[in-house]
């Protein structure tokens, strides 16, 4: 399995693409574009499947919208209204009815911008659990128990957040978890651009944080949803990437099989990246890197995974207007 | 039980011996003054003084320090210093051995100022549980394994905040808890100079955020202590307890027994406070208030209780330089 | 002059009707109510006014919303818009016409809560000054140039705001300044439900931060406005007030002449305030309070005043929906 | 002159030693290395020096410390006080006494975490003007004037930050202004772990917020100082920086003159940095990016920074114990 670290399963599927010449047995897409919105639905369907990409057997739901980071409020309040549907297709698609009850964990340190966004998404919720609990009679229709909680990072807490989610849902006992994680990417232009949905949990190593356990169906005893925004990178993928570019452009610019990059043009690129890590290390190019407006990006994309969850996990919210309801 | 509602088993005493025109039985007091700390040790020892006073039996003790909202970062210091012993004296008495292993509580609203103080706490505090967790051997002597965890609020997450504990303590399993919460005070020279510390645990209706459900060891099965900071008061008791000082001032200055205060000055006090009550109520007294430097003061006051707390959990921590262990 | 402090004219002019029991020669005012907003358009039209009231001559609008801390996103939006027409009224009385260029000046402390109101709006305004300086034939109709600063307060920057307004009014020239401040009420239920609107500048010891210099059109050279909101209050002035409310109850629930409140009824206000305030100030009851929840009544406030100049400001924008264009 | 972007003197050096192929004349230096601290004094002393390099005439010292992102405290006090050590040798090199007065600008938008060093020094800096100006006679020896201003920027303020400052200048008059910023590097391992002293002042262009006017002696009438923590680089350099460092790794891990990076590899570096922009720029590459940890990495910074200056600039603060003096 190739070792670029991204937990896009997008960004896998294209890598092993690129890597094996062709397309992957075993793995299902569809892709759809419009007003600047590109979304691809993806199935891992087999084992094979899952070991060529490296990642998980399951459904994958991926948001690409390059335009993302200019901070234009019209195209924010489109994407989450893309996302709200998407979602609630997704709920639908593994039988999760309007009423089931759900909790949303966000991921990550709020302290650490880049790493806030679980923590964001959670402070921006339509929570409802306590009326059901307290004044059933009064609920209006149109709204199912929604609990939130944003369990902090193993550094601050001296516990796992995996635990700390499990001793949660043990006591509120929802039916669903909805996890949100701020992800690596591989390639700079899908950071804080994309969206990825997925029913395959939180797996270990995944996430800026490096979680050492997962929360899954196993580990919780409920379906786990992920939703994921990849917000960093690594300084030593930025490099391998834009070599793999500049490789292919001169490639295209060159009438015959000049030794162009010589040695290193043709080296595979596992032994490459291995060169320039090897070479970077030393001077600390194994840094995750994030945009420079991150906070205001942190701040958009959070609102746009709360008010797309909104309507989506509401029946009584308009998915048209999903915007209104974040504060 | 007079309603005049302070979360202070200090000030809960005065109240019931103002009213009663004497001491208290089952309750024993010292109190030791040194540089402008005033420290006073407490228990209620029987149920009928528990009942006379309306606190749980159990131990108690009160640092007073008028002058910390002056904002003296070298008194800052020598409280956290006398807390941090206080604290450890305490942990001894109730037979708290060095290795016994801690849950840190961070009650209240982040995003609550004057509520913020246990969230404040949990932030600032040295957690240790992962490194014994994950490498034992090479744990420092003089260090026990310390969680911390800021469940957050029902209105916010859905869930109790005592559930949310209870989860994760059966998860981390610690053999103590130590929740912080800020808390209610009948008079306004109390508000964020006062730090209690209480072997009863946390119950219901007390804190700003009015728990619903307590943290004790009947909850939660292993011993709670109870850190508190009183950062708000109600308006109508600014101005119930106003009018008992005027009206003793009156009293005082005044020869004989003239009508001073008519009708009014004659009432008992619990009649009187209805009234007040119900003057002002149509007009939003009955808010909670808070100074207008709370940020500053709970900022100060967090980093009091954290240092000290870290100095009193750790031997290795000198209790002699208690702030140079928060961050 | 009564000496029980309020920054809103409102207030004094009551005070002053209440001491001398009827109206005030040389003080003209209209009151509409709708919706649950009532708005007083009061002027000071004579010296004599002035005097009695204790405030400067000129025009003031008062907006009084009750509910406004319940948190209710729809009489926010509806607070908005009447501030914004409001405003825009009365920028259009005093002849400031729609393309005259504006500087907006956020007084007080960004770090104290309750003192934030000034620069939470500079944070969520709509500047514009920097495209008609850089590219003024690209601007769209219906704007006018909008500049905007938060000047900090002496015990941070060690500067007279005052000073550093007038440097900068020096240097970037806008014919009009509008200062944004926070203010100190007399009554509790005034306390973040309120709005001020003044063509009087910004007098010496007005507002939070109590002001050494003002910020006036003598001291600036151009026209200033005054947008304020109550934010806290002196405790001695609530159980001053409180006292007043409970003694004019018992006389009108009391058939003759009864000596209710004894000597203390009988004094008059100033005497009693002087008696309350000797007693409590040992005590600390000088100090400022503001609401529990401060944090959200002025993130609320900052919103409603920033997305109410925005539309009152630039005629392209929809007075309607003022909302949509705050961030 | 070379294009690659950096505010460091030092790497523009470098960067034009290591394109000719030797030292540069007109340009001093002296390194001094201890305890992982790097101090490197140099000074511009021609106009040739300074168009080889592309940085203004004048002396710069750079403080160096690789292991500054680890967050061990001890070495931050360390680096505080050699900051201090060499800005207080600075100020007498330069003719600075000790009872001139200074006001200390902090540069950038104090909501863009990368560039808010400048806002957050401000905040953390003892204040002193206005004593000198309300009590001059109650100041203890050792202290001089100090105010100090964060003027915001453009895109927020509708103001040139240079105007606002110019205003606050002719209004203060202090004899001196002491600019702090936040810049960027070329090279990754020297983000965030470099402080530059510099009596150049400020040039447009310069910092992150790339201003469009400077801040000068000839602009202010003062001389200006200028502080600057690199805490952002654009991801293009460092692929082209790494791309730097893999060829010259493969060049001195082969033999003969084979042609490893083949025609890339015997490109200049101006011609090879054009290609990599060109590919690049599609795909977003131009970002400036900074590490995942900003957030912590900014507080330290602002921290030693703030504490380093407040030891330099009043003689009565120990330069021995800096960190004591910040809040």
Redesign the interface.
Known sequence: MYDVRTDLALEAKERAESLSGGTIPGVWTETEREGGITVTRMEIQTEQGAQAIGKMQGNYVTLEVPEL?RGD?ELQNRVATAFAREFEAFLARIGVGPKTSVMVVGLGNG?????ALGPIV??NLM????FFELMPDQVGEGYR????????V??????ESS??V???????KPELVIAIDALAAR???RVNTTIQIADTGIHPGSG?GNKRKGLTRATLGVPVLAIGVPT?LY??T??ND??D??LE??KQHTRDT????????TMAGQERLQ??K???QP???D??????????FIEDLGNIVASGLNAAMHQAIDTDNVAAYT?
Chains 1, 2, 3, 4 share one sequence.
């Open positions: 980071r409020t302290k650490v911008t880049p790493d959670v402070d929570v409802t659990r306590q128990p929604v609990s939130a909680i944003a369990p902090g193993l550094g601050t807490t001296g516990i635990d700390i499990l001793g949660a849902v043990q006591q509120a390639s700079l232009e800026i960093v300084a030593s930025i490099v834009a070599m570019m500049v452009h001169m000049d030794p162009l990059f010589g040695v290193f043009g060169l320039v090897e070479v970077l001077v600390g190019h840094l995750l890197v994030t945009p420079k407006e991150i906070d205001d504060h």
